[in-house]
């Protein structure tokens, strides 16, 4: 049996939701809401110490960490979602750690300050530090703390656009070369920038496609799979949508540098 918990609208579970899908597994899940700091509570940091979803629980064995959670469904499950081929699954595991690395945290800094940041708006600090008094990562714990009593920090989110847009440039390079992003074959670097595709729409940052030919076709093909569909967060587990008025604020800079017209 495989017991995932996660929360539906985390990106780290998305892309293991689409790994699940894409390989036709079954699966159970069992819901950490983060908005109500519930990966905090001891029970479920005795399962993962880190305090982060998703963590896999798969007969009684526990598997953290996304990547390796995909990695480790891929080679217990057919079929393969992997290259046979040395360069190309060099190919796929530098994408993985990219996305980790780079998209992942690009992603959050925008989530956090259009989307997350409404369930603070009203919160006393110390309302706040009961909830994240355990928090095993300082950073992120910092992070929460600087949403409370203060405003989007419009420079913050500027600069997650900037680095969405080199990022969406690489992509374009890498499919001008590649029918997916790490072979001609579909494989875990296209399944963990679904998470990529799903959350730049959220955001309304679809101007960062334009002008990139081989992403957009990369989209059409990405959108249409069943695992895509199959691994969206459902509408009533959805972070609030981002104000209209902070778009509003947010068009305007990025009309000042260029980024949209």
Not at 28 to 50: C, G, I, K, T, W
Not at 72 to 92: G, H, K, W
């Amino acid at each position: 049996m495989l017991w995932l918990y996660q929360d539906w609208d985390s990106l780290m579970s998305f892309k293991v939701r689409a790994c699940l899908a894409a390989k036709g597994l079954s699966w159970q899940s069992q819901r950490v809401v983060l908005r109500d700091f519930e990966h905090l509570h001891p029970d479920y940091l005795a399962l993962n110490p880190a305090g982060v979803v998703p963590t896999l629980v798969h007969n009684g064995q526990v598997i953290r960490e996304s990547s390796i959670i995909n990695e480790y469904l891929d080679e217990t499950f057919i079929p393969s979602l992997v290259p046979s081929q040395p360069m190309a699954r060099a190919n796929m595991r530098m994408w993985c750690k990219y996305f980790d690395d780079v998209i992942h945290p690009t992603l959050r800094v925008a989530s956090f300050q259009l989307m997350i940041r409404q369930r603070f708006t009203n919160m006393t600090p110390e309302a706040l530090e009961t909830l994240i008094a355990s928090h095993p990562q300082p950073a992120r714990a910092a992070a929460f703390r600087n949403l409370v009593g203060t405003c989007v920090d419009y420079q913050a989110v500027l600069a997650s656009v900037q680095q969405l847009v080199a990022i969406v440039e690489l992509m374009e390079q890498r499919l001008t070369q590649h029918t997916w992003l790490a072979d001609e074959t579909f494989t875990l670097a296209d399944i963990s920038t679904m998470a990529l595709a799903d959350r730049v729409s959220r955001l309304k940052f679809d101007f960062i496609w334009q002008g990139k030919p081989q992403v957009q076709d990369w989209l059409t093909r990405i959108r249409t799979h069943p695992a895509y569909k199959q691994a969206m967060c459902p509408p009533e587990y959805r972070m609030p949508s981002p104000k209209a008025e902070d778009l509003e604020q947010l068009g305007r800079l990025l009309k000042q540098q260029g980024l949209q017209e």
